[in-house]
């Protein structure tokens, strides 16, 4: 009886970490993707030109 209810409560928990574990992950991904996206065109070029040709003119 108490090793089931061990193994329960670690299935419960871990089950719990993995809840947060992959929308964390998936969101840090999803941010570095946008970040290497929206600095392509400067890191490419080293000057501000090119972004901005790239990017269209600021509002």
């Known amino acids: 009886m108490r090793v089931t209810l061990t193994v329960v409560m670690v299935a419960f928990f871990a089950g719990l970490a993995l809840d947060i574990a992959v929308p964390t992950v998936v969101l840090g991904a ?4 946008n970040w290497l996206v929206q600095s392509w065109p400067e890191s490419l070029s080293g000057g501000w030109s090119l972004s901005r040709r790239w990017k269209g003119t600021p509002a």
């Open 30 to 33: 999803m941010a570095v993707s």
